[in-house]
């Protein structure tokens, strides 16, 4: 198994443009989270989702779009890129049920902003 | 409202000394609790898990409800220790809604 998958790993933006991060994972996972890491401030989570069609807002959800169409993928939009969104974005995923259960993380997106 | 707090952002000991990152939350439930921890340049992943009661690396934490506690310790720290960790609470309602606090790196000296 790959697990969780992100693309790209680098990528630098101008203000205003758009992109779209990508996250899949083949562990048949129902749950799924987008979080930035940002030095001082941790790990904060923007979106997630417990299946296919279902998402929901996480902690910082502003300027960013996410929609989940299958079971595997779960991309994270950013619709006009903002210098505040100059960070590291990981995907994480986890099966459903038992609250012991482990997340697994991707390698992570290195954003900037310029 | 629901809060963690790991009121370290960088512990420095020296190799064999005790380590303990501490580890406090707020919150009217009783959540789950995780420690994950990134090593440089590898993937977020956990550590452990309150559920378990496991103790791996020779790490422990224990869930202290009346303080509302769950620090990580270790007796004899080693020079592999030295990674960022991340208390992670899983509140309750559903669960699905896995946070973080601002994370303390450790840095184990010779």
């Known amino acids: 198994n790959a697990g969780v998958t992100q693309t790209p790993k680098f990528q630098v933006l101008k203000t205003g443009q758009s992109m779209t991060l990508q996250c899949a994972q083949d562990?048949?996972?129902?749950?799924m989270s987008w979080y930035r890491q940002d030095p001082g401030m941790g790990l904060r989570l923007i979106h997630y989702?417990?299946?296919?069609?279902?998402?929901d807002q996480g902690e910082v959800p502003n300027g960013y779009n996410v929609s989940r169409s299958t079971t595997e993928d779960f991309p994270l939009r950013l619709l006009s890129a903002a210098p505040s969104q100059t960070s590291v974005y990981f995907c994480?995923?986890?099966?459903?049920?038992?609250?012991?259960?482990?997340?697994?993380f991707g390698p992570g997106t290195r954003l900037t902003v310029t | 409202a629901q809060r963690v707090t790991q009121p370290e952002k960088l512990l420095s000991v020296f190799k064999g000394a005790p380590v303990e990152l501490k580890c406090n939350y707020s919150?009217?439930?009783?959540?789950?609790l995780f420690w994950y921890v990134q090593y440089s340049r590898q993937r977020l992943q956990l550590l452990l898990r309150?559920?378990?009661?496991?103790s791996i690396k020779g790490f422990t934490a224990d869930l202290n409800k009346g303080e509302t506690s769950f620090h990580l310790k270790k007796p004899f720290a080693q020079e592999e220790d030295s990674a960022m960790y991340y208390c992670?609470?899983?509140w309750g309602g559903g669960g699905n809604k896995l946070t973080f606090g601002t994370g303390t790196q450790l840095k184990v000296e010779l």
């Open positions: 992670a609470p899983l």
């Open positions: 309150h559920i378990s009661r496991e």
């Open positions: 919150y009217s439930g009783s959540p789950e």
């Open positions: 562990m048949n996972h129902e749950y």
């Open positions: 994480a995923s986890r099966p459903r049920g038992g609250q012991g259960y482990e997340q697994y």
């Open positions: 989702s417990v299946g296919a069609g279902i998402t």
